[in-house]
């Protein structure tokens, strides 16, 4: 049973165009969540994170907005850039801390074309 | 700076053998996490250290699975008897403490093999 599901396993955008990946979550008591990057043969890197307090978060090129209602969060990449090629991870967590770990998606594979 | 480092990076190993898996968190790092990553699939939660101590072991996929984690620093990670689908990236992950608000850096994994 996935309680964070990100149905695109791949997903191909021309350099300079926005990048949006998205994830769904089943699971009510999660209240923060985050996006992962990883490149083949390196751990995941944090890259952005959210707060069930608010419905977006900017950071530089990255955004990530949350939609409540609908379990769904996105990731916007603008503009997207050739190094962001890479698998991205969704990922979500209850504040009962660290003994529940992180609950991930299966990743969605972000190619950047020339 | 150094970061989180898992070894050994790749082990290949025979159905029936034991393996250990070795995880040097960052300095100061009280949390510790262990994951792994079955083919096509995402990163599946097994264990967390505070400390020394793993208050949940349920994660855990069988009695095969046991961690320990000694100084507040290295853990291992030992599957016994090792079977085909416990093939999988295994990864570690620490933070400066349990809250699911501190960043979980991540080693760049195990990859075990069982033939």
């Known amino acids: 049973d996935q309680q964070v599901k990100q149905n695109s396993p791949s997903l191909s955008v021309q350099e300079g165009r926005i990048s949006i990946l998205n994830c769904d979550y089943t699971?009510?008591?999660?209240?923060?969540f985050l996006w992962y990057k990883k490149y083949p043969a390196e751990g995941p890197t944090f890259l952005i994170s959210?707060?069930?307090?608010?419905d977006k978060n900017e950071d530089g090129r990255f955004t990530v907005f949350l939609n409540k209602s609908a379990k769904h969060l996105s990731l916007h990449i603008v503009p997207s850039q050739p190094g962001d090629s890479a698998v991205y991870f969704c990922?979500?967590?209850?504040?009962?801390?660290?003994?529940?770990?992180?609950?991930f998606g299966k990743g969605t594979h972000l190619i950047i074309q020339p | 700076g150094a970061g989180v480092s898992q070894s050994p990076s790749n082990k290949v190993t025979e159905k029936g053998k034991d393996v250990e898996l070795r995880c040097d968190p960052i300095?100061?790092?009280?949390?510790l996490y262990w994951y792994r990553q079955s083919l096509g699939q995402g990163l599946e939660f097994l264990i967390y250290?505070?400390?020394?101590?793993?208050?949940?072991k349920s994660g855990l996929p069988s009695d095969r699975f046991s961690a320990e984690r000694t100084g507040g620093s290295v853990s291992t990670l030992t599957i016994q008897r090792t079977q085909q689908e416990d093939s999988a990236v295994y990864l570690c992950a620490s933070s400066r403490g349990p809250s699911s608000y501190n960043e979980q850096f991540f080693g760049p994994g195990t990859r075990l093999t069982v033939l």
């Open positions: 959210i707060s069930s307090i608010k």
């Open positions: 300095s100061g790092h009280t949390a």
């Open positions: 699971n009510s008591m999660f209240d923060y």
């Open positions: 250290f505070q400390g020394n101590s793993a208050p949940d």
């Open positions: 990922a979500a967590s209850d504040s009962g801390g660290g003994a529940d770990g992180l609950t």
